[in-house]
């Protein structure tokens, strides 16, 4: 590590002797009356190959800037939505000429066919726009050879709870995440292991949006994280290959933890057909150690558990996908996709548990040696049809989809307990099975409208109804005298059903300085879980309303503001409800709420920008009936279990600062900084009153260093402070440095090279203490890997990407069954 660090510094040292000189172009964009024309797309182009060296937008008055120019033959690019795009002449910034300005450049109306020019950018990791936070993952040096879960780590507001497989947006549970705008239908561990297996190579950025509109499906009552994977870009036929492997160093952990991946995306395109093509064959690994010392009351009865326990496994995974888009003319397309998931892995469980009794002062010792094997096979498969017809270039649209999903997931675990008394004489040896098979189907269909109004005014209206059926078949069994032995406390057959009609409306206009969007969503639900093996129904209905409103203001050249409310709903998943009961080992387990209903957050925030670059935001957020994990006490019995309830009211304060800085020419940071107060509040927690409150933060700061012939390297931090969830509190910050560099070895090939958690500082350390549960846990996994990759692009770089578009899907696939061990 040493060693590490002093390579680290000396690179920073002698980065400084690769600053050049730079130049400025500046100018003003009027429309065809030469009045001023705000807001247009700006790109720099260099001369040579027409790729891009910078983007800016025009200001309220016209007028753009582009700074740190280097010197260069450019060209300009100039578009808005409703007119047509147009060249500049070339011009030349050098020493003699650093400053270039140019004469008033006009945009008419008319949309002029101009030959296509491809654009290829170099976007900062970390990019605020006024509406969201993206994470530009393509081409980032310090993604390469990540899992997507590992990239979330990195990303500023999102929290990944790893301790409970859970992920948090600006410190608040019930994120919403989507794919490519469809929402994925996963239960918190199967979506942990899903996000573990897509590979950074395929991602093309992360949008992380904390106050969706009305078009948005309701769900996710702290905001959307929307993934978006990457399109091919040419026309005739071209592709990508990318090949990862990667190790993790981990003192006193298994030595095979290496991972694999290979991915492959091809693209065809014509003037009437696009047909694209993704595979993604590859091999996870983890591991991850815990220590949990706890103790519980009862009736004079002082039980104290000393739990170790290692958790270890591999698992191979192909991903891929198929579609095509066929243009009936050149204002309607039809499209078809075919997607589908498989994973297959195994892993092995092993522990050791101390247990101390003390009664009227008497101690008892005795132990427990819990081991499981557990073997999984994932199968996930979705397809969509697509209509999308442009009535005219102004924005008139209507897309419709039709989507099917099903998801078919087993699993087996076979447990073997050891019982031994004080003198480590074996008392009892309990041998144990788990076959479990979860199988959902969706069903979905949408349409979405849009029409825009004279005096830059825009109405969207749309609809959609989904049907979703899980039916998860647990069984628990023992071995009794060689014969396998049904339990019956623990076996359970659940069928949940649920209907979702859905209608919105938005409108925006937009005046000189100031735009405003307003919208209204109404979800009417209809569901039922019933469990059959105890004969118990649980029917809801219910209708809900969902306002939204967004402000903006541009007060002038260099601020803004912008005003936001939205109201959201969190749905628990599948899992949640399901009355199933998962062991960890025969004192400790976790089992569903069938009786779990869902929960409501308003949220409201205040935005200033300056620049277009740096912002602050101020954010407040109420939440009813806040789906809250609780650990209690089995009557009677020295067991614990982690079970789901509803809280009845949870309240969120933040602030939120973004800032860029440029260094040097050749060194640009990106920084977030976000504050929090939680209080969590209920009348009735286990049996006590809870009023509990927290102020927390986290930062992330990004580098980027431009450098000579071909090579670039970044390097990033986050942090994570102490902070409360509930009844459970993390006892010590969490960070994480992460380093990479990147060699260009030719217009079509490159080679990176990264670690993550290079000082192995990302592990939780927690406690809770409440009632008559006292515990404290430590948890370590695989974080510091190392990871090259290899990317090479072959065929005609020039083809025009396959659409990006959502389904009908989306907003249910997040909720899905079936997680893997």
Do not use: C
Not at 152 to 177: I, M
Not at 430 to 457: C, G, M, V, W
């Amino acid at each position: 590590m040493k060693k590490l660090l002093q390579l680290t510094f000396a690179l920073l040292a002698t980065m400084n002797s690769f600053a050049q000189n730079s130049g400025s172009v500046t100018g003003v964009v009027l429309d065809e009356k030469s009045e001023i024309l705000p807001f247009t797309n700006v790109l720099l182009l260099k001369a040579k190959d027409s790729t891009l060296a910078k983007a800016v937008t025009s200001d309220i008055d016209g007028k753009f800037l582009i700074e740190n120019a280097a010197f260069n033959n450019y060209l300009l690019k100039i578009s808005m939505v409703g007119y047509g795009e147009i060249y500049t002449p070339k011009f030349i910034l050098n020493e003699a000429n650093p400053h270039f300005k140019f004469e008033p450049i006009k945009l008419t109306l008319q949309t002029q066919m101009l030959k296509e020019v491809s654009v290829t950018a170099k976007k900062p990791f970390i990019e605020q726009q006024i509406d969201k936070t993206v994470v530009n993952v393509e081409n980032s040096i310090v993604a390469t050879g990540n899992t997507l879960l590992e990239i979330l780590e990195k990303s500023p507001g999102v929290v990944v709870d790893r301790q409970n497989n859970a992920l948090k947006l600006k410190n608040k549970d019930g994120v919403l995440v989507m794919i490519d705008g469809r929402r994925n239908f996963l239960s918190n561990e199967a979506l942990i292991q899903f996000l573990s297996n897509l590979n950074s190579e395929q991602v093309a950025s992360i949008e992380i949006i904390t106050n969706p509109s009305s078009k948005y499906d309701a769900q996710g009552n702290s905001g959307i994280i929307n993934i978006k994977l990457k399109k091919n870009l040419s026309f005739g036929t071209n592709g990508t290959l990318t090949v990862s492997a990667g190790n993790t160093f981990l003192p006193d952990a298994p030595k095979d933890l290496y991972r694999l991946s290979t991915n492959l995306s091809l693209n065809h395109r014509n003037k009437k057909w696009n047909l694209y093509g993704n595979i993604n064959p590859g091999k996870n690994t983890w591991y991850n150690d815990n220590t949990l010392v706890r103790s519980t009351n009862y009736e004079g009865l002082r039980s104290e558990f000393d739990q170790k326990s290692q958790r270890n496994g591999s698992g191979v995974f192909t991903n891929g996908k198929i579609g095509a888009d066929y243009f009936l003319s050149s204002k309607t397309t039809l499209g078809a996709m075919l997607d589908a998931n498989n994973w297959e892995g195994s892993g092995v469980n092993s522990g050791l548990t101390n247990i101390v009794e003390i009664k009227n002062g008497v101690r008892t010792a005795s132990s427990l040696i819990p081991s499981s094997k557990n073997d999984n096979a994932n199968f996930n498969i979705t397809a969509n049809m697509n209509l999308k017809h442009n009535f005219d270039d102004k924005g008139k649209e209507l897309t419709v989809d039709l989507d099917y999903s099903g998801f078919n997931n087993t699993s087996l675990s076979n447990f073997e307990n050891k019982f031994f008394d004080a003198t480590n004489k074996l008392t009892e040896n309990q041998i144990q099975r788990n076959p479990t098979s979860t199988i959902i189907d969706i069903y979905a269909a949408k349409f979405d409208f849009s029409l825009p109004t004279k005096n830059k005014a825009k109405i969207d209206i749309g609809a959609k109804t989904s049907y979703v059926k899980t039916d998860n078949d647990f069984v628990f069994e023992q071995l009794l005298d060689n014969t396998w032995v049904n339990d019956e406390g623990k076996t359970n057959h659940f069928v949940y059903k649920e209907f979702v009609n859905a209608a919105y409306i938005n409108y925006g206009k937009q005046w000189k300085k100031v735009g405003i969007q307003s919208g209204l969503r109404a979800e009417y639900t209809i569901s039922e879980g019933n469990s059959l093996t105890l004969n118990k129904v649980v029917p809801k209905e219910y209708l809900s309303l969902f306002p939204t409103l967004f402000i903006n203001h541009n007060i002038s050249k260099n601020h803004g503001t912008r005003y936001t409310y939205s109201r959201r709903i969190g749905r628990p998943n599948y899992q949640q409800l399901n009355p199933f009961l998962f062991f960890l080992d025969p004192y400790t387990f976790q089992k569903g709420n069938e009786f779990l209903n869902p929960q409501f957050t308003d949220n409201a925030e205040f935005t200033y920008s300056y620049k277009g670059a740096s912002s602050i935001a101020f954010g407040y957020s109420f939440t009813k009936d806040n789906m809250f994990d609780v650990i209690e006490q089995e009557d009677d019995t020295r067991k614990t279990f982690q079970t789901t309830t509803n809280l009845e009211k949870v309240e969120n304060f933040s602030v939120n600062i973004s800032f860029p800085v440029t260094v040097r020419k050749w060194w640009t940071m990106n920084n977030n900084i976000s504050g929090y107060y939680n209080r969590f509040r209920d009348s009735d927690v286990s049996g006590g009153v809870l009023d509990i409150g927290n102020f927390a933060y986290n930062f992330y700061t990004g580098n980027t260093f431009s450098l000579k012939k071909g090579w670039s390297a970044e390097a990033n931090m986050w942090y994570n402070s102490p902070n409360i969830f509930g009844i459970i509190k993390a006892t010590k910050p969490q960070y994480a440095v992460n380093a990479g560099v990147q060699k260009v070895l030719n217009k079509k090939a490159r080679l990176k090279l990264n670690v993550n958690d290079m000082f192995l500082t990302s592990f939780f350390n927690g406690k809770i203490d409440y009632q008559n549960i006292d515990l404290a846990v430590t948890n370590r996994w695989s974080s510091r890997r190392a990871t090259l990759s290899f990317t090479y692009n072959f065929g005609n770089q020039n083809v025009k990407s396959a659409r990006r578009r959502s389904t009908a899907t989306d907003d249910l696939k997040s909720r899905a069954g079936g997680g893997q061990g």
